[in-house]
């Protein structure tokens, strides 16, 4: 990939923000991997490969991108997605419009940093259109300031054609959240398998709100949407899962856990199920409350403070 | 040596342990004896210091230092360990990070792998979590590999055998030698006379009493004899029959 002259040290700074949030920036720059960087509201690289079609340009506040993966072509190294906002507050809005092809298969590895934001509103909106036995995995990992000052507003639509599996998995559990509001939601059609993750941990007055909604129309649809969020302190969190059963032989699992540490979080969970069709099979499980007293005195009996032995445990909840 | 004196303990208002006497000496092996209920699981939360389990009169001794008031990290520091009944599960949490406390414990791979071939597992439990893809059993075995890795000083065994598969007494009695060989003392608590007969020195408890205390043998034959037949472990107006036979030492 080649970073434009004038991106040069906006890149670095990126490049910086990115490979503290765990990434490798060497598949940034690497011209096998697919991969498009985006700082505010510019496009600092893009590079496609074979199968892939990657086009993305500017918009008010932010950036588009259109990415294709052709028909048939299985993308062995991941895309990687990098974007970022450098600045103290301001606002920045990308839409994202995905296209598997039928048959293709792709994995995805976004990582977001906006690492010194004090009033930053971030707006992602994405189309996910996967197609007959298609599969597209999306791993999402967030990294916001410390000061809470990030507001996240995710909306996701996905519609997975027959047969197609669709994977996602968001992770906000290394820095402070700020406010988050997540939306998504997956029609599936027959044959078709989605399985949705939500792992967040939310500190000080962090504000969660995750909203994921399973559509089983058609046949033999599969899906399963969990949540696992850790709320400390005056952290407040509103986790709604839903599936819909509209389909024969249609099978949904919607699972939320929710583990509490302070007198002064605000947490509710609300599971949805609903069956239109009598084939149709749904199950859910939903728990709040601290952290079991029997794990945290196995691990405290080995030597670990409470503080210790409650940051073990909640580091393998969110693993 | 750790030693309990004059323990009384009341939970929820009612009272479990009653003028209780232990003393556990360096590098011994003890059993802890009795029926289900009778209160030994409730004398092991007290001794590694449970929340909610101080008693309301009597003190815990650890060398001549009062540790009654000690949390239960405080006396883990200390060396005072337990592995309980029934493992929990850890979700997230591989075997190799459970074994090193996240890499709190400096362990090497090959002490690692020595603690799980000590209990029968191989060296591929590393990789797996401690969470419900492993057997109740599977648990188990991880946990006293974990409280090995430990090199504790005083090891409360809470029922060692009790849900694992094929796990046999050679296999536990194995296991506990090797944590005597690291210098700990190990207190077995079961309701299985053959587990007390490996051991140096037995206390028998019934209805949160010492009903009777001394060697393996004589304990395990009166046991044996007496409380596989007893269908009043647990019942309030024998307490003070109990009581009695407690310092009569006998029936």
């Not at chain 1, 809470?148 to 290394?174: C, P, Q, W």
């Not at chain 2, 303990?9 to 009653?18: A, H, Q, W």
């Not at chain 2, 239960?72 to 360990?81: E, H, K, V, Y």
């Not at chain 2, 037949?229 to 006998?250: A, F, M, T, Y």
Request: charged share 25%; aromatic share 6%; with cysteine.
């Amino acid at each position: 990939m080649r970073i434009s002259p004038d991106y040069s040290k906006e890149f670095e700074k990126i490049a910086d923000a990115y490979e503290k949030s765990g990434g490798d920036v060497s598949n940034l720059i690497d011209k096998r991997v697919a991969s498009i960087i985006i700082s505010g509201d510019k496009i600092l690289g893009l590079n496609n490969v074979d199968g892939v079609e990657i086009e993305a340009g500017k918009q008010e506040m932010g950036v588009w991108a259109k990415i294709k993966i052709l028909k048939g072509k299985k993308i062995l190294m991941p895309i990687h997605l990098c974007t970022g906002y450098l600045g103290d507050e301001g606002e920045q809005h990308i839409n994202f419009e995905f296209t598997i092809e039928d048959g293709a298969s792709v994995d995805f590895i976004s990582h977001c940093s906006f690492p010194t934001s004090k009033h930053l509103t971030h707006k992602m909106t994405a189309i996910i259109k996967i197609g007959k036995n298609a599969s597209m995995t999306y791993s999402d990992a967030h990294f916001h300031s410390e000061n809470g000052g990030v507001t996240l507003i995710s909306d996701t639509h996905a519609v997975v054609d027959e047969g197609g599996k669709y994977m996602n998995s968001f992770e906000l559990t290394r820095t402070r959240v700020g406010k988050l509001t997540v939306k998504m939601d997956v029609d599936l059609k027959a044959g078709a398998v989605a399985d949705l993750e939500s792992k967040v941990r939310g500190k000080s007055d962090d504000e969660i709100s995750i909203k994921e909604s399973l559509g089983l129309n058609g046949k033999g649809a599969h899906g399963i949407a969990k949540s696992k969020i850790v709320a400390t302190e005056k952290t407040r969190a509103r986790i709604v899962n839903e599936a819909f059963g509209n389909a024969p032989y249609s099978k949904g699992h919607i699972e939320c856990t929710e583990i509490t540490s302070g007198d002064n979080v605000d947490v509710a969970t609300l599971p949805v199920l609903k069956v239109t069709n009598d084939l149709s099979e749904l199950t859910h499980e939903a728990s709040i409350g601290r952290i079991n007293s029997k794990q945290l005195d196995t691990i405290m009996a080995k030597g670990m403070t409470e503080e210790e032995a409650t940051e073990f445990i909640i580091k393998g909840i969110l693993n | 040596m750790l030693e309990l004196r004059d323990i009384y303990l009341e939970l929820g208002g009612k009272s479990i342990l009653k003028k209780l006497n232990m003393k556990f000496d360096e590098g011994k092996r003890y059993t802890i004896l009795g029926n289900n209920g009778t209160g030994k699981s409730t004398i092991a939360n007290m001794i590694i210091g449970v929340e909610g389990y101080t008693p309301q009169k009597g003190k815990i001794y650890l060398n001549d230092q009062d540790i009654t008031d000690l949390g239960i990290s405080q006396r883990a520091m200390l060396g005072i360990t337990i592995a309980f009944q029934e493992s929990v599960r850890f979700d997230g949490i591989k075997v190799i990070d459970y074994l090193t406390l996240g890499g709190k414990l400096k362990k090497s791979m090959d002490e690692m792998k020595e603690s799980l071939k000590l209990v029968g597992l191989n060296q591929d439990y590393l990789k797996r979590y401690v969470d419900n893809s492993l057997s109740g059993g599977e648990r188990k075995r991880i946990e006293l590999a974990s409280v090995y890795m430990l090199s504790p000083k005083y090891v409360i065994l809470d029922e060692p055998d009790s849900g694992i598969d094929m796990m046999s007494i050679e296999t536990i009695n194995v296991i506990i030698s090797n944590l005597r060989k690291r210098g700990a003392t190990v207190i077995t608590i079961t309701h299985r006379e053959e587990i007390a007969l490996e051991s140096d020195y037995t206390y028998l408890i019934c209805s949160g009493l010492v009903l009777k205390e001394g060697t393996p043998a004589d304990i395990s034959e009166y046991y044996k004899a007496m409380c596989d037949l007893c269908d009043h472990p647990n019942d309030i107006q024998s307490n003070d029959n109990i009581q009695l036979v407690s310092e009569k030492g006998q029936l």
